[in-house]
């Protein structure tokens, strides 16, 4: 008998079939359902990773927004919309937006990073399991989506009394925002611990 960690179960028709490691997609045999999608490599996982860390900093550091209005003018980065949030008298907004906007990312990004570059040489990393367990809770304080609404919501709201200039910045944390949900979206426990399994 398969062991049930290599049992696949149909969610339309409920056929139980043998999963095979090899396939890039099983449908199933009887009702023709996808019943497990290709699962992307390790590598990518990794190339996501560094990339992801690559364009941080930037995105982090660069103006986002410069707001015109009159002679005055006032630019946006991410670092400095908590000041301005701090100062404002919401010292509790600052500290989530700095927890789920940077730390959270960051954090993310560093220990996918120290899990799969190991796990891409065929190699066992040496703290797999307070890798794993850590990505799997600080994916869920991810939240660069939340921030970017809010600087869309800011677009909107002040480009009837000034004029916006779009900084570089601002490609910076979209790309960022990019290669972070990939990172999450490709994040597949199952397939993670069969490549450690297999690794020396």
């Not at 399991?129 to 800011?154: C, G, H, N, P, T």
Request: hydrophobic share 50%; glycine share 2%; net charge neutral.
């Amino acid at each position: 008998m398969n062991d049930l960690n290599e049992t696949l179960c149909c969610s339309a028709c409920g056929l139980l079939m043998q999963d095979q490691a090899e396939a890039h997609q099983i449908n199933c045999p009887r009702c023709e359902s996808s019943v497990r999608k290709r699962m992307l490599s390790i590598n990518y996982n990794l190339a996501m990773a560094i990339a992801a860390f690559i364009i941080f900093f930037p995105a982090m550091s660069l103006p986002i927004l410069t707001f015109k209005i009159g002679n005055s003018e006032q630019t946006s980065t991410m670092f400095s919309s908590l000041y301005y949030f701090y100062e404002g008298g919401y010292p509790e907004l600052s500290v989530l937006v700095m927890l789920t906007s940077i730390i959270a990312p960051f954090m993310q990004i560093l220990i996918s990073i120290l899990m799969f570059y190991p796990l891409s040489k065929n190699e066992k990393p040496k703290y797999m399991k307070f890798y794993f367990k850590a990505l799997f809770e600080i994916r869920q304080w991810v939240m660069l989506d939340v921030y970017a609404i809010a600087i869309l919501v800011s677009i909107v709201k002040l480009s009837s009394i000034s004029e916006l200039v779009y900084e570089d910045g601002l490609v910076m944390f979209s790309a960022l925002m990019v290669f972070s949900f990939l990172l999450t979206n490709s994040f597949a426990p199952k397939h993670i611990w069969r490549v450690y399994h297999n690794a020396h």
